[in-house]
C-alpha cells in the first residue's frame, strides 16, 4: 500500500539549516508529484512546497528562497532543505501524493491529497 514516511526534524535555533527526508514505498515515485505541508499549532495545514513528476516546483511565498524541494527517484525519497530557519517556520511537517504526476499550479497548496505520512516536528527556537 501507499506509504510516505517522513524524517529529519528536530529542534534548531534561529538561522540554522535542516534537511528534511519523505520516503515514498508502495508506488514508483519517479511518476508522481509529492507536496510538503506544515501545521503549527492553532493554525491552518499550509502548503509548503511541492515537486512535479518532470522536476517542476512550486513554494508558498513564505520559504521561497530559503527552501528547496528536490527529489531521489533511485532513492524514492523527496526532500525538503530548509535554509536560514526562523522560529514562524516552527511546525508539524507532512510530506503528501494524490498519486498525480503533476502539481496543480493553481490548487497544490490546498491539500486536497489522498496519502499522507505521519509528521515530522520542527522546532525552531533559541
Known amino acids: 500500500q501507499v506509504q510516505l514516511v517522513e524524517s529529519g526534524g528536530g529542534l534548531v535555533q534561529p538561522g540554522d539549516n535542516l534537511r528534511l527526508s519523505c520516503a515514498a514505498s508502495?508506488?514508483?515515485?519517479?511518476?508522481?508529484?509529492i507536496g510538503w505541508f506544515r501545521q503549527a499549532p492553532g493554525k491552518q495545514r499550509e502548503g509548503v512546497a511541492c515537486?512535479?513528476?518532470?522536476?517542476?516546483?512550486y513554494y508558498t511565498d513564505s520559504v521561497k528562497g530559503r527552501f528547496t524541494i528536490s527529489r531521489d527517484n533511485a532513492k524514492s525519497t523527496v526532500y525538503l532543505q530548509m535554509n536560514s530557519l526562523n522560529p514562524e517556520d516552527t511546525a508539524v511537517y507532512y510530506c503528501?501524493?494524490?498519486?498525480?504526476?503533476?502539481?496543480?499550479?493553481?490548487?497544490?497548496?490546498?491539500?486536497?491529497?489522498?496519502?499522507w505520512g505521519q509528521g515530522t516536528q520542527v522546532t525552531v527556537s533559541s
Open positions: 503528501a501524493t494524490d498519486l498525480r504526476p503533476d502539481c496543480d499550479p493553481n490548487s497544490w497548496y490546498q491539500g486536497g491529497y489522498d496519502y
Open positions: 508502495g508506488f514508483t515515485l519517479d511518476y508522481y508529484a
Open positions: 515537486i512535479s513528476s518532470d522536476g517542476s516546483t
